[in-house]
């Protein structure tokens, strides 16, 4: 669904008031907010399906999208955390914002459990999010609806 022309994808937004039953939609992020606009689409799409009377099941952040979830990022001045931004609506809307650990750990993104595991000093996974495997996007793809990915 990642496209890069802005009004075609904010027309696809507009398509979903023209739906006349609830749609539950799995999400993956596939880029990290520093270097890719797609967590930002994704959190725009979320919104705007959300707004439109359908669900987000699950956002699963995979490869660099998992940068996502970490809470040393520290955005410029004039923008807000993405990690903020998806934390705030998954506590709004009950989603379940899941980071692939295996993409974590190689990016040195862990949670207290991996921290204590691998022995290190300190965790860095923003409130809100957790660590899990790939079985955690196959439930969500055969519990959703509609799978959208969006990747650089």
Not at 24 to 29: G, N
Not at 33 to 45: E, R
Not at 48 to 57: E, K, N, Q, S, T
Not at 76 to 104: F, G, K, T, Y
Request: include cysteine.
């Amino acid at each position: 669904m990642y496209r890069n022309d802005c009004s075609t994808l904010a027309s696809s937004y507009r398509t979903f008031n023209y739906c006349d039953t609830m749609t539950t939609f799995a999400l993956m992020v596939l880029g990290a907010p520093a270097s890719s606009q797609c967590p930002q689409t994704a959190l725009t799409f979320a919104r705007a399906a959300i707004d439109a009377g359908h669900r987000v099941l699950r956002v699963f952040f995979f490869h660099d999208g998992v940068h996502c979830g970490s809470n040393l990022l520290v955005p410029p001045a004039d923008q807000h955390s993405v990690a903020m931004h998806w934390s705030e609506l998954a506590a709004q809307q009950n989603i379940d914002l899941v980071v692939c650990v295996a993409s974590a750990l190689k990016r040195g993104i862990v949670d207290a459990a991996e921290s204590r595991r691998y022995d290190k000093a300190a965790n860095n996974l923003h409130a809100g999010f957790e660590l899990s495997g790939l079985g955690q996007w196959v439930d969500a793809c055969i519990n959703a609806d509609r799978v959208v990915t969006f990747g650089p």
